[in-house]
């Protein structure tokens, strides 16, 4: 854990493509995992026993190590901010939004997420706007397309798709605001696991505030499947994968990080197929090759005419 979460400047952080892929294999993973939470349990509470795992497992990790989990007011401030935006209202609304759209428009919806933070990027952190980000996340929209083309014909226009839709773009709007705000205090030199922990500790307490309001019922769930989820959503999808997250924030900035958004629904699909049975289409097949190419022209791997030399400046 010591490579993903770099405390200390003797510590060699991990790289971009190693982050990235953990955080594309680990979340396309997770989509399945999540199957595994709904029935017994209140959603709400279901992200906030994720995260709450998550931060003791954090608060443990630091306190073994010896590391100091103080830090400036105003610093706890900004972690509360993402603690609201993106683990307690980021997730809630997204869970709301899944009762009433099919997860087609979820993957479509999440790719508009480098746009929001290319935007909130520029009017809150004055930083540029990067042309290969928004030419890789145009072709990583027009892939994710093709490849949920056929579930597009499902969708029935009615208030309940709106009233999804409208709850999936709030949720992915706090998401990005969540990550902007995370590139502000990265930029102040705040390291990545004590972000971390205060941020989802803020979260858990958020969110257990909302589903005492909304009356909630707390359950202990009776299928082992729960718990097994539950360990796979905190350990892995949370603690390794959040922390791979914020470090290529960190290293790379919010815009080109958040493409992970388009990639990692195509590791959900392979897992898909092999326990869903999924059945692929050609136009899966060339979204697939569409997202991937977006992916390198947005990481700069593959540079524009317009564009030389400017693709690593930031």
Sequence with gaps: MSSVYPFTKSNKALSNPVLFSIVVLIWGSTWLAITYQFGEVDPTLSVAYRFLIAAVILFSYCKIK???LRLPRHIHIKMAGVGLCLYTLDYTLLYQSQQYIISAIVALMSSGMVYINVLLRRVLLKKPIRKEVMIGATLGMFGIS???LPEFAKVSANQYLLLGIGL???SFFFASLGNVISERILDHGTPVI???FWAM???VIFIFTA???NDAEFSLPTN????YSMFYLSVFG???AFGSYMQLVKQMGSDKAAYVVLVYPIIALILSTLFEGYQWHLEAFIGVAIVLLGNAVAMGKLPLPFNKGESNKS
């Design 66 to 68: 010896k590391i100091s």
């Design 146 to 148: 093709l490849i949920f």
């Design 168 to 170: 999936a773009f709030t």
């Design 194 to 196: 004590q972000m971390n």
């Design 201 to 203: 500790s803020y979260g």
């Design 211 to 213: 589903a005492m309001f």
């Design 224 to 227: 082992p499947n729960y718990y």
């Design 238 to 240: 949370s603690v390794l």
